[in-house]
């Protein structure tokens, strides 16, 4: 169990219409190596350089070492691991990881969503959840996500969202064979006083 005075906020169910984010589960493994195996030419270019191929790093026994993994840093209050689901489907996660405390009271966005829901706004939808829950319950001030120049899509999410771009990190991560540029996008808890949601709502076509 997550210590609540080491992290605040978790663990922590969110949804909004059929959109459901919460913590990993022992039963996901099945679903989420069919997912991940059926989305690697969608999502290998994003992820981070290993060793191992793409199916032995996306097998059951292997989302259950990650999830162990993640859930014990989630009770240091180091992480927020949120399974993404539709209609009661696996499809996508939305992490909040690297987290500090203390004067900065920060954390880096990551997330990835099924090929099979995209186009839909359910990725937007699941970070804004989790922008809002980070800026309220979680108590952060400051949201980073760091991201491609060649990955326009989560550009245009983040900046959608009020995301403000700060800079370029040169070489900054090893990705995909490479150490990739990133552009840096920040949010702060004051960019949108209204929530984030809100904005995101505000956007669906009436």
Not at 64 to 85: H, I, N, Q, S
Not at 156 to 178: A, K, M, N, P, T
Not at 181 to 187: G, T, V, W
């Amino acid at each position: 169990m997550a210590d609540p005075a080491a992290h605040p906020g978790w663990p922590a169910r969110l949804s909004w219409g059929p959109v459901v984010l919460d913590p990993l589960r022992r039963r996901d493994a099945e679903e989420w190596s069919r997912a991940r195996l059926a989305n690697e030419a969608w999502l290998a270019p994003w992820e981070p350089t290993a060793a191992a191929s793409w199916a032995a790093r996306h097998t059951p026994s292997a989302f259950r070492a990650m999830r162990r993994v993640v859930l014990r840093r989630a009770g240091l209050g180091m992480t927020l691991p949120f399974a993404v689901r539709v209609d009661g489907r696996l499809a996508g996660q939305v992490t909040v990881d690297n987290i500090v405390r203390g004067a900065l009271r920060s954390g880096n966005l990551g997330y990835w969503i099924d090929r099979s829901v995209a186009g839909r706004g359910i990725a937007s939808l699941a970070v804004a959840l989790v922008c809002d829950h980070v800026f309220g319950a979680v108590g952060l001030h400051r949201l980073q996500a760091d991201i491609r120049p060649e990955n326009v899509r989560s550009q245009q999410l983040v900046h959608r969202l009020g995301f403000r771009q700060e800079g370029l990190l040169r070489r900054y991560l090893d990705i995909d064979g490479e150490w990739r540029d990133h552009r840096s996008f920040a949010l702060l808890a004051e960019d949108s006083p209204n929530g984030v949601l809100a904005r995101w709502s505000s956007r669906i076509p009436r």
